[in-house]
Each structure stands twice: as C-alpha cells, then as structure tokens.
C-alpha cells in the first residue's frame, strides 16, 4: 500500500517542539514533503529562528518520525530560511496561544 503526502505530515505532527510545546506542522514548520519513486521521502522545514539550540535534534526526530510510516525507505529533511518562519505561519490555534492574533 502507499503512503502519502498527508501520512508523512500526519507522522510529523508527532514531533513537538520542546520549547514552544506545539508540533512541527501546527506551527507552520514543514514548508513541503515530496514523495520520490513511491518510497522516498524529502520534507522540506524551517526553524522558528536560525539560531534555534534543537535544530539538530527537530531535523532528526522529524526524519525518525516519517520514517515511522509504512512504506517509507528514506527521509531527507532539508532546512531553509527562505522564507524566513513567522508567527503568522502557524495555525489559528497556535497563533492565539502565541498571542500573534
């Protein structure tokens, strides 16, 4: 069976991020997932500050937790600040708790 886009993010939203206690997807983290050859995952993410002090530890738990869906091979997490993470990316949700609305 195949996975899809929308397993891969449902996997990441797993992964909370320690300092604000939302998960990666809620907070407008995950800019993208491409799926390659129907068992190759890229995720394309951002940080929300290029100095965050997790940033090694987020990328890995976002691998480990994509490579947790059935049918996966291979993860890639590639990091970008382009565009750079605002408050504004998050969810409605997120955006009232961090008081951006």
Do not use: R
């Not at 604000?20 to 068992?39: C, H, S």
């Amino acid at each position: 069976m195949a996975f899809t886009e929308q397993d891969i993010y449902d996997a990441i939203s797993t992964v909370i991020d320690p300092e604000v206690g939302f998960n990666l997807v809620e907070m407008g983290l995950i800019y993208g997932v491409e799926i390659k050859d129907e068992k190759d995952v890229i995720v394309t993410m951002t940080l929300s500050t290029p100095s965050c002090p997790l940033h090694e530890m987020l990328m890995n738990w976002t691998k480990e937790a994509a490579m947790k869906v059935e049918g996966v091979e291979s993860v890639v997490a590639n990091l970008t600040f382009d565009p750079p993470w605002t408050p504004e990316m998050a969810n409605d949700d997120v955006k009232k708790k961090l008081g951006a609305v």
